[in-house]
């Protein structure tokens, strides 16, 4: 019986470590992409940005954009206002720019995936590039995602988010957590074999949003508005979906900087994952969920009952700890971030007991608060 619990660690050790090494050569064989040198425009743009109480970073995000010095005054910024109660509003109108402009989202909408679909039909042109109100993009984001979307024809395209990186703790980890997602991200597109995106950087075609009827039927989930429209498209045509890797059009987004804002986050998460998650990437956060939680019934159980399962947790741990921390060196090398690493072991245990809670909330979801809004 021994022997057989000894082969069950070791083979989901080993699974582990072949599964980082697939994501990690889908992430590097995906090539960065730089924008053209030349400025001509080869297609107009209209930004999106739905918010809603966004008044303390608002300012931020549209300077982030207007600041794309490649690009002409060929563009829109179209902040659609999902019934802010502070002064987002305000600060939007008093943005000198003949690029940006508000709607609101009318009384009987709200949400988000409600925003983006009453801002496209407000765009005036083609492509339609997303973004949050609490991020700020890269120096070359309109250009990047233009020239992407024009020289591959692609319908949607999908590119690099990740958190800002302060000194404490829970902000390390979600950097590194993000950056984590994004090679999942890569790999998957740059494979055609699952789909994922991030709604705080993703472009699509007025025309493909139109064909595939936008977001009918999902506006009753709360989020989601990313991994709906990525699975539509793939369906569509996945040789037709790209993923953006360079980080001249990359986001950069706020962090939760509580721990309590960050579990209501997850949960948000969790929920979302189960309910419109591709049943490849359920299937590898279902792994990863169950490997986490051998190693820990292997120690707690190893504590009381057998000095072997304590061996088999505690070694399987050390092995998981050195294998995440090739998979991380890898990644922050790319963003240039070595010294989140410092903090490796303890970011290593926060994500630990992250990934174990983060499986019990899919697999049994209860109510969470997003935008000041209840939500189950």
Not at 160 to 167: A, I
């Amino acid at each position: 019986m021994l022997i057989c619990f000894g082969a069950i660690f070791l083979a989901f050790g080993i699974g582990y470590f072949l599964l980082l090494i697939y994501m990690v050569n889908g992430w590097n064989s995906n090539i960065s992409i730089h924008p053209n040198e030349s400025n001509t425009i080869k297609s107009a743009v209209s930004v999106l940005i739905p918010v809603r109480n966004e008044a303390k970073n608002i300012t931020n995000c549209i300077q982030s954009i207007l600041s794309d010095h490649q690009y002409t005054d060929d563009f829109e910024i179209i902040v659609i206002n999902d019934h802010s109660n502070d002064n987002t509003v305000d600060i939007v109108l008093g943005i000198a720019s003949p690029n940006v402009k508000i709607i609101h989202l009318p009384d009987h909408l709200s949400g988000k995936k409600s925003a983006i679909t009453y801002g496209v039909t407000m765009a005036k042109n083609e492509l339609i590039l997303c973004t949050d109100g609490d991020c700020k993009v890269g120096k070359c984001w309109i250009k990047c995602h233009a020239d992407y979307l024009h020289e591959f024809g692609y319908n949607m395209v999908t590119g690099l988010v990740v958190t800002e990186t302060g000194y404490d703790l829970l902000s390390k980890f979600q950097f590194l957590d993000f950056v984590s997602t994004m090679c999942i991200t890569a790999n998957g597109i740059q494979r055609k074999s699952y789909y994922l995106a991030n709604g705080a950087n993703m472009s699509f075609r007025k025309t493909f949003f139109e064909q595939v009827s936008g977001y009918d039927n999902n506006l009753s989930v709360a989020s989601g508005d990313d991994l709906f429209l990525i699975q539509r498209a793939s369906s569509l045509d996945p040789g037709k979906v790209g993923f953006l890797k360079t980080l001249e059009a990359m986001v950069e987004t706020k962090s939760e900087d509580t721990w309590k804002g960050f579990i209501n986050q997850r949960k948000r998460w969790a929920t979302k994952s189960m309910k419109v998650g591709d049943k490849k990437v359920i299937a590898i956060q279902a792994y990863v969920f169950g490997f986490c939680l051998l190693i820990l019934c292997g120690i707690i159980l190893g504590l009381f009952f057998s000095n072997f399962l304590l061996y088999c947790g505690l070694t399987t741990l050390i092995w998981k700890l050195a294998v995440d921390y090739w998979f991380l060196s890898t990644l922050t090398n790319y963003y240039e971030k070595q010294n989140v690493m410092s903090s490796f072991l303890s970011v290593s245990m926060v994500y630990f007991f992250h990934i174990i809670f983060s499986g019990f909330s899919a697999l049994f979801p209860s109510s969470y608060q997003w935008k000041e809004r209840q939500q189950v």
